[in-house]
């Protein structure tokens, strides 16, 4: 003779097997290369999409210059590698992360005016130190034209930081 359960004690045992399996696999759903996940769930803009692989960049350069600057027995910590959880919190929509990231922005929109001006009027040779090497003897000039570069650059970073449209991403309307 076998036993049966109560009607409402089978239900409760059926509605938490369901449960379980709804959750195994929408973890084993969701198991797929992050990129491709990121961009199924939501429709990311192509401009936010380089903007976050830019942060990226910045956060593996960062990273590099650490590691560079430990080879030889010196501890060196850059914020940049904020860079690789900037690229993640933009690409969730994080306005956490998209204020981090402005606040990354606005130091170089007013540092680069500063240097092209230093660059413009300066005189002598001026030197350039990238991953730990130092490049020295590059022509003044030079300092205000890269800085112009990247002042247009950051420049752009901002404006798609703050464009309407992409910061409506950010901020989901509660109704």
Not at 21 to 29: A, H, K, P, Q
Not at 30 to 35: N, T
Not at 116 to 131: D, R
Request: glycine share 6%; proline share 5%.
């Amino acid at each position: 003779m076998t036993r049966s359960l109560p009607p409402l004690a089978s239900r409760m045992a059926r509605v938490r097997r369901s449960k379980l399996t709804s959750l195994i696999l929408r973890f084993r759903g969701s198991v797929r290369p992050l990129h491709i996940l990121m961009t199924q769930q939501r429709n990311i803009p192509k401009s936010l999409s380089v903007v976050s692989y830019l942060f990226l960049l910045m956060g593996v350069m960062a990273a590099i210059e650490i590691l560079g600057e430990l080879t030889h027995g010196s501890f060196h910590l850059d914020f940049d590698v904020l860079g690789f959880w900037i690229f993640f919190g933009l690409r969730r929509f994080s306005k956490g992360w998209r204020t981090c990231a402005l606040l990354f922005t606005w130091p170089w929109l007013i540092e680069l005016p500063i240097v092209f001006v230093c660059g413009f009027f300066g005189s002598g040779p001026a030197f350039i130190k990238i991953f730990g090497w130092r490049y020295e003897d590059v022509p003044i000039i030079w300092v205000s034209v890269v800085s112009v570069v990247f002042f247009i650059f950051e420049l752009w970073i901002y404006r798609v930081l703050t464009r309407p449209s992409i910061r409506s991403l950010f901020y989901v309307e509660s109704k």
